[in-house]
């Protein structure tokens, strides 16, 4: 069967769910028995989010490929059950990077290089790449940003040519919008979405089906006003209320009968019943009231949740799975530092540092996990998190507070965190970052030997800095233990401490392998330890 494709732009304002819609929507198709893959297509200029601020951008995604990738990624791998490839996100800043190399080498023979056709080309090309590579039947491709702003347009315009390059049978628009609610007269309002309707139309793209998402259920009538007004089905107008639990959308779509209508526009039948069984028993579970376990996460970019996206996900995959309510304190390292939230700090029966870069608040995450290991609290730490746990134990050990990181500190006495002999040398030829995934090997009888009960394991990587080997000996004599190695046994990959409940750092980011019906096993590990901690009984879903 040729490659169907399924195109979501979003209407009226950000932030309505689009990311988790075209997650959602994957998964519908998925439960049928479709391969599928889903790609973000970003119209910024920056060729990926790697460098941007996390206030800016939220969270930095890798892939297995060591692609970093927008947040939305991470929506897509969780909801599908996917692991994606870097075509998977494109951006502006690749588009315009690969026309002018193709400029500058000559390739397009002297001609003019305009917006329409190379540009529009260069994007089309990138998504028919992610149904070769992925080997998907049906490929999911999202626009960011709204319908309007300048920068998506030739996105816009590639999409609007798709559909006469591979037919009308090949590919359907679904676009996202938001209806308001006017308190003053308690009704929802469909005028934004029409407008955004239009404007798509100006440019050539007729949606062929809207996802309304509304705060408040909304009466048929207003279904129906909208397939009028947009000229779409009426049963193509899909509702999509506010959930606090993000993994209902899914079954709120099944509801609405999106995918059938999606297979019938396409020509396909379903191939297996969907089973939502055990998704079902996950929104249930979520929406039970239990016992709360308390954890702080203590980072820098706190106020900004988005920014450690998979890690509360992780932590509520597993916190789920052991039939406990996550309650999530956000702590911010800087003002630990200043001697404030402690009381919150205080009052939680685990502790993560999740990963990060820069000096800020470094001195406050050290705190909280000296705290950790002297009060004995459980703990994760991750890549950053690993890296400051090594530090303070260090300092213990070696009984000087001259011990760091030398990205924080070049001149330390101690650098127990450090660049590798091989990265020094990459490090001015730019590429510096070891990224994606690589292997580790487990040793049995630790925590983390008993938590993955496996021998070797892949995990996601995203960091410059390394454990300091000339440091192993003196510190796994005072009870450090290596419980996970690159399998040449050259790289500390996981750290932990002996004589205590649960102290653990990860070099790579464990995170991003959560899935929700497969919380990672580390995760599972600690939040089930942080639950021991707090008397609170646990159960294995
Ligand atoms: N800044 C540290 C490094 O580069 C940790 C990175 C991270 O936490 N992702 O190694």
């Not at 990926?48 to 991470?74: F, I, K, R």
Request: include cysteine.
């Amino acid at each position: 069967m040729a490659t169907k494709y399924i195109f979501f732009t979003g209407g009226v304002v950000s932030s309505v769910g689009k990311g988790v819609t075209a997650a959602a929507v994957g998964r519908l198709l998925k439960e049928r028995g479709f391969k599928v893959a889903v790609q973000k297509l970003d119209p910024y200029i920056n060729v990926d989010p790697g460098t941007m601020s996390p206030y800016q951008h939220g969270e930095v995604y890798v892939l297995d490929d060591g692609a970093e990738t927008d947040l939305d990624l991470g929506h897509y791998e969780r909801f599908v059950d996917i692991n994606l490839n870097k075509v998977c996100n494109t951006t502006t800043g690749q588009v315009y990077a690969e026309v002018i190399s193709k400029e500058r080498r000559g390739d397009y023979l002297g001609g003019t290089i305009q917006v329409i056709p190379h540009i529009t080309n260069e994007i089309k090309r990138r998504i028919a790449m992610v149904g070769k590579t992925m080997e998907a039947e049906i490929v999911l491709v999202e626009v960011g940003g709204t319908v309007g702003d300048i920068e998506s347009l030739p996105f816009l315009e590639a999409l609007r040519q798709l559909r006469s390059d591979i037919g009308r049978e090949n590919t359907l628009y679904i676009h996202v919008t938001w209806l308001p609610y006017i308190g003053a007269t308690s009704e929802m309002k469909t005028k934004p979405t029409q407008h955004s309707v239009r404007e798509l139309r100006s440019i050539g793209i007729s949606p062929d089906m809207i996802v309304a998402r509304a705060d408040e259920p909304f009466e048929e009538s207003l279904r129906e006003k909208i397939a009028l007004f947009c000229d779409v089905d009426k049963k193509a107008v899909i509702p999509m209320v506010t959930t606090p639990v993000l993994y209902e959308v899914p079954l709120l779509l099944e509801r609405e009968k999106v995918a059938e209508y999606i297979l019938k526009r396409f020509g396909l039948e379903e191939r297996i019943k969907p089973d939502w069984t055990k998704w079902q028993e996950l929104v249930d579970e979520t929406k039970r009231p239990k016992e709360s376990v308390k954890i702080a996460l203590v980072g820098k970019y706190v106020e900004l949740h988005d920014a450690y996206m998979s890690v509360r996900e992780a932590l509520k995959h597993a916190a789920l799975h052991l039939g406990v309510e996550l309650d999530l304190k956000w702590v911010h390292s800087a003002e630990l530092e200043k001697g404030r939230e402690w009381d919150l700090v205080n009052e939680c029966d685990g502790i993560l540092v999740p990963g990060g870069f820069g000096s800020r608040g470094i001195e406050g995450k050290i705190q909280a996990i000296h705290h950790a290991r002297v009060e004995k609290i459980p703990y994760l730490g991750l890549c950053l998190g690993m890296q400051l746990m090594v530090v303070d134990f260090a300092r213990e050990v070696l009984k000087t507070d001259n011990v760091n990181s030398t990205e924080f500190d070049r001149s330390t006495s101690h650098p127990v965190i450090d660049l590798m002999l091989e990265q020094k040398e990459i490090i001015n030829l730019g590429g510096t970052m070891r990224l994606g995934l690589y292997p580790c090997h487990l040793q049995p009888g630790t925590k983390a030997g008993d938590a993955y009960a496996k021998e070797l394991v892949f995990e996601r990587h995203r960091h410059r800095f390394e454990f300091n080997n000339s440091y192993r000996e003196i510190l796994a004599e005072h009870g450090m233990r290596y419980s996970g190695i690159s399998p040449d046994g050259q790289l500390v990959e996981i750290a932990e401490l002996e004589d205590h409940p649960f102290m653990l750092g990860t070099q790579f980011h464990p995170e991003f392998l959560s899935r929700p019906t497969r919380p990672h096993p580390l995760f599972v590990a600690f939040v089930k330890a942080a639950c021991e901690k707090a008397g609170i009984v646990t159960k294995q879903l």
